[in-house]
């Protein structure tokens, strides 16, 4: 990712573009995290299969 965000200026991305990459990378990538682990810290994510359903 740190090597897409370098490269889109160069390719012409606008600034919105390069903008939510620069997020992206900040909120998921460096982290460790990716999207989903948005859902499990929501209030009972946890508790929810991958179906959706609850578990317990």
């Given amino acids: 990712f740190g090597a897409a965000l370098a490269a889109l200026p160069r390719l ?11 997020g992206y990378l900040e909120r998921y990538v460096l982290r460790g995290r990716c999207p989903a682990d948005d859902l499990l810290d929501m209030p009972g994510g946890a508790d929810r299969g991958p179906h959706g359903k609850e578990t317990r």
Wanted: aromatic share 0%; hydrophobic share 55%.
């Fill in 12 to 22: 012409g991305a606008t600034a919105e573009v390069t903008d939510a990459v620069a």
